[in-house]
Every structure is written in C-alpha cells, then in structure tokens.
C-alpha cells in the first residue's frame, strides 16, 4: 500500500505531462512499425532506446529498481514486465504488449498497447479487443468528484461479462516526477468506494485481462508476471489527468 500523498499539478506540471505523454505515443507508434515475424524483442528494445535519445528524452525503465532494458515486451501468457531478449522471435499469430515511459524534462509519459503479429487466432483478437474497451471504460468514469472504485469497477464488469478475468497483482498508478507513486489504481472494484478525483491528479490506468484465471506467476528472472494457466494476457495503458470538468488522456499522438 502507497503512503505517498497524492499531487495536484499545476497547468504548468500537466502542459509537462502532455509533452511527456505525447513522445511515449509517438514512440509507440514508432515501435508498432516494427512488429513482424522472425524479430526479436531485444531489436525492438534497442530501436526504442535510440529513438529516445534521438528525441532528447530518456527511458524511465532502463535502470529502474534494477530493470535491465529500456520498454516492456509481454507476449502471449506474459501479463507485463517481459524483459526483451534476443532469443525471443516473434511469430505469426503471437501477440505482444509494448509498453514505454519515456521521460522528457523530467516528467513521465507512460503508455503501452497490445500488438496483433499477423493473424491472431479468434480468442485472441477477442481478449485484445476486450482489453482495449476495458481501458476505454476506465478512462470514462474519471471526473471530479468519482472515487477510484468507479474505474476499477467499470472495467472489472465489462471484463467479466465477457469470460475474461482481472489481474489484481498489479494497478494503475499515480505519475509525474515520481514514475510509481500515489495513488493506486485497482483494475477491480465497486463503485462508490476509494478515494475521490480532483483536477490535477494524474495517473496511469493499466488494466491487464487474462482469457483464464487471474492468477500470476513470476518467472525465476524477478520481472516477467506470467498467467498461472499460461493462458493469454492482454494489457493497454494511458497516463490522464484528471481536469475541471471530466478527463484528459496524456499519452495521445
Ligand atoms: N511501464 C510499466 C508501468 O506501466 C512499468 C515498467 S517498470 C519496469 O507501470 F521496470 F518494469 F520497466
Ligand atoms: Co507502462
Ligand atoms: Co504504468
């Protein structure tokens, strides 16, 4: 459980945000070009670190309580935290989640998607789409005045109305300087319950849905969250900002 306080920042700090916000989709875009059978993620890795330096910012990962690389690639089972490898080539029918964090002038811009390679089977392109929907869900019950509850439990209905599950071991999370901080946000829930918005805040919602059980397992490398049933995975995330009369999404092309 975060202690932090949560933040309210200024126009200024959100016009950061928005710079921020907008390279990490930028970047994403970039990345999605790349996306074919027979690559490897540590290629995607490392296009990703030199783009971002080529763009004046830096990658909040690489180095991050001991994170080796500079993004986020989690295929298939994976839930998140997939360490990019050589020995990973991606394959017709795979699907693969890019996440990035990009920091410019010191403020985070954190979002990520989730790829078809080629084809996807039916379940696949289902879970995916599903996903993304979840986000959007989420996204829509920010407003002054809602309580965190509200987004958890927007997505958590729309996923298991579906025959999807959601993972609980990891949330949405607050942004700014500090890349994790105040206040989480579970991608589970009933209305009415948590904290309530207020323009200013800003954080990330993230939900991963799995085809099974919502169960992880963590590999034996410390990062990489696997489905217990090692069933698919599929995860989309935006930073927003909470404004005066509704939301804004930060990490938007
Ligand atoms: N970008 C991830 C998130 O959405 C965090 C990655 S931290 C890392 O919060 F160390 F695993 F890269
Ligand atoms: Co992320
Ligand atoms: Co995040």
């Known amino acids: ?72 690639t989690s295929v298939n089972e994976v839930v998140c935290h997939g360490i990019p490898s050589a020995k990973q080539i991606l394959k017709e029918g795979d699907i693969i989640n890019i ?44 407003k002054p005045g809602a309580r965190i509850g509200d987004i958890g439990a927007a997505i958590q209905e729309y996923a298991e109305s579906q025959g999807f599950s959601v993972v609980r071991n990891f949330v949405g999370h ?20 948590g904290k309530k918005l207020r323009p200013g805040m800003v954080f990330t919602i993230e939900p991963m849905i799995n085809e099974g059980t919502w169960e992880v397992e963590m590999l034996d490398d410390g990062w990489t969250a696997v489905t217990r049933d090692r069933k698919l995975s599929a995860q989309f995330e935006h930073t927003v900002a909470v404004t005066e009369d509704g939301v804004e999404i930060l990490t938007l092309p």
Not at 107 to 115: A, E, I, M, R, W
Not at 174 to 193: K, L, N
Request: glycine fraction near 8%; aromatic fraction near 6%.
């Open 1 to 72: 459980m975060k202690t932090e306080t949560i933040v309210l920042l200024s126009s200024r700090e959100i016009e950061k945000m928005r710079k921020a916000g907008r390279l990490a989709a930028k970047l994403l875009q970039h990345l999605e070009s790349m996306i074919k059978p027979g690559i490897s993620t540590l290629e995607i890795d490392e296009e990703a670190e030199r783009w971002t330096q080529a763009h004046g910012a830096k990658s909040a990962p690489l180095g991050y309580k001991g994170y080796p690389r500079s993004i986020c």
């Open 99 to 142: 996440d990035v964090t990009p920091i410019v002038d010191g403020y985070h811009g954190d979002t990520s998607k989730t790829f078809f390679v080629g084809t996807p089977s039916p379940t696949a392109k289902k879970l995916v789409e599903v996903t993304e929907e979840c986000l959007r869900r989420g996204i829509a019950e920010v």
């Open 174 to 193: 607050g942004i700014h300087r500090v890349f994790h901080t105040a206040p989480e946000i579970p991608h589970y829930g009933r209305r009415g319950t």
